[in-house]
Nanobody, 119 residues
Framework: QVQLVESGGGLVQAGGSPRLSCVAS????????MGWYRQAPGKQRELVAS???????NYVDPVKDRFTVSRDDAKNTIYLQMNSLKPEDTAVYYC?????????????WGQGTQVTVSS
């Protein structure tokens, strides 16, 4: 079955620069738009950054100029480099894979990795 496995979270001090990774298995990775979402306590899950199969990246305003999403199709892996972390970045970060194929949609989620930013 399809698996997305995130890693790289943990407790980080404000201003820190951790990198999250997400390894996908059993999908044709190059077809998928990949994304990072996050969910803070008491809040809805929100998109953080995404990258298309062609490598075009998009970011939400709160993380622009601080986070960088990238993908390595040879390794079936996407990354989220997070810089200048703030306490408000504390959340569970989820990896997402979407393929809008003819006649349907394939979408998968990882189990999430906790990022806690201490002030």
């Amino acid at each position: 079955q399809v698996q997305l496995v995130e890693s790289g979270g943990g407790l980080v001090q404000a201003g820190g620069s951790p990198r999250l990774s997400c390894v996908a298995s059993r999908i044709t990775f190059g077809l998928y738009r990949m994304g990072w979402y996050r969910q803070a306590p008491g809040k809805q899950r929100e998109l953080v950054a995404s990258i298309t199969s062609g490598g075009s990246a998009n970011y939400v305003d709160p993380v622009k100029d601080r986070f960088t999403v990238s993908r390595d199709d040879a390794k079936n892996t996407i990354y989220l480099q997070m810089n200048s972390l703030k306490p408000e970045d504390t959340a569970v970060y989820y990896c997402n894979a979407v393929w809008r194929r003819l006649g349907g949609l394939n979408e998968y989620w990882g189990q999430g990795t906790q990022v806690t930013v201490s002030s």
